[in-house]
């Protein structure tokens, strides 16, 4: 009886051993794995702001849709300006007090256009812009557009956004919901992955300057 109630002590101690274990261990694999996630995502997400602001430049206002986005790299120009500052005769000055007078103003010359695709990507990678890149997930972003009014003028808004558990479908869900409530100034805060807001004029992102930057315009 004695060996037995040792065995079955040993197998307790095992067994609180390996929960221990795993409370410490299983959250470390989880950071690391979504950290590698989350890069890639949020790669993603930076290629997508880039087209929204080229697609804002050339035409004033966001895509809607990723399939428009994509027809615009492919086909859409930047002009390639240069600015110059000069000194001209102020004409209407001239006429109204017949003393000579000059100002100076800006001149903008167009020396020529950019193809958007090639300025912004190397390859074709943007036509891919639209899907999640997490194996095994087999979703595309949430992305809007539109126009909001502040202090009586209209600006040109998007949004483009991926649910946390989508990214981190196949793991613990309670660690999942955890990451989901995170508010950290070190860590991408909220339930989504986001970049851009539909009730501000911003093109801010919601994750660190360590997975990379997205700052405002």
């Known amino acids: ?23 410490v261990y299983e959250p470390i694999q989880f950071n690391k794995l979504k950290e590698k996630r989350y890069a890639k995502v949020i790669d993603r997400l930076m290629d997508i702001r ?14 809607k849709d990723f399939n428009g986005l994509i027809r615009f790299i492919d086909t859409a120009e930047f ?46 990678r943007y036509k891919q812009m639209a899907k999640v890149p997490v194996d095994g997930v087999d979703a595309e972003f949430e992305m809007d557009a539109g126009t909001i009014v502040k202090n009586n003028n209209t600006f040109p808004v998007f949004m483009v956004r991926v649910d946390k558990a989508v990214v981190l479908h196949d793991q613990d869900r309670d660690l999942v919901l955890q990451e989901k409530q995170v ?11 986001s970049v851009g807001s539909m009730e501000d004029v911003n093109t801010t992102a919601n994750w660190p300057d360590s997975y990379g930057q997205a700052t405002k315009q």
Do not use: C
């Open 183 to 193: 508010v950290s100034v070190d860590q991408v805060n909220g339930p989504y992955i």
């Open 1 to 23: 009886m004695k060996l037995v109630i040792q065995l079955v002590l040993w197998v307790v101690i095992i067994f609180l051993g390996y929960l221990v274990f795993n409370a």
């Open 79 to 124: 002009v390639v300006v240069q600015r110059r500052d000069t000194t001209v005769m102020d004409e209407e000055y001239r006429k109204a007090f017949g003393v000579d007078q000059y100002k100076d103003i800006v001149i903008v010359d167009t020396l020529g256009y950019a193809s958007v695709k090639d300025s912004l990507y190397k390859g074709d």
């Open 50 to 63: 880039a087209a929204q602001l080229a697609h804002q430049e050339v035409t004033g206002r966001y895509a």
